[in-house]
């Protein structure tokens, strides 16, 4: 059972940083790792996303402000981080981490943590 849990959400002024980490345990033939967020009132929409190869992917609102991690293995886990810099009331959100993997059929299932709240306000 693939459990994916997120922590570091909170308040923070316009400019400041945070950094949100999320581990994911059980995992198995994992294909990537990364986050959603979903802005009140709005649908839910990528932020940044690293392969198990190392390829990332921004979402263009955050390119140069946010940086995910490599995907790393401690202690049974997966773990991966979203360093957020420069941070805009824009930014305020919802933010989901997910883990992408192969399963018995080699199709890709995913699964979600329970989300963390980003709120950039002053």
């Known amino acids: 059972q693939v459990q994916v849990v997120e922590s570091g959400g909170g308040l923070v002024q316009p400019g400041g940083s945070l950094r949100l980490s999320c581990a994911a345990s059980g995992t198995h033939d994992l294909s990537s790792m990364g986050w959603y967020r979903q802005p009140p009132g709005q649908r839910r929409e990528v932020v940044a996303v690293?392969?198990?190869?190392?390829?990332?992917?921004?979402?263009d609102s955050v390119k140069g402000r946010f940086i995910i991690s490599t995907i790393s293995r401690e202690n049974a886990k997966d773990t991966v981080t979203l360093q957020m810099r420069s941070l805009k009331p824009e930014d305020t959100a919802v933010y989901y981490c997910?883990?992408?993997?192969?399963?018995?059929?080699?199709?890709?299932?995913?699964?979600w943590g329970q989300g963390t709240q980003v709120t950039v306000s002053s």
């Open positions: 997910f883990e992408e993997e192969f399963g018995d059929d080699n199709n890709l299932d995913e699964y």
């Open positions: 690293r392969s198990s190869r190392g390829r990332t992917h921004y979402h």
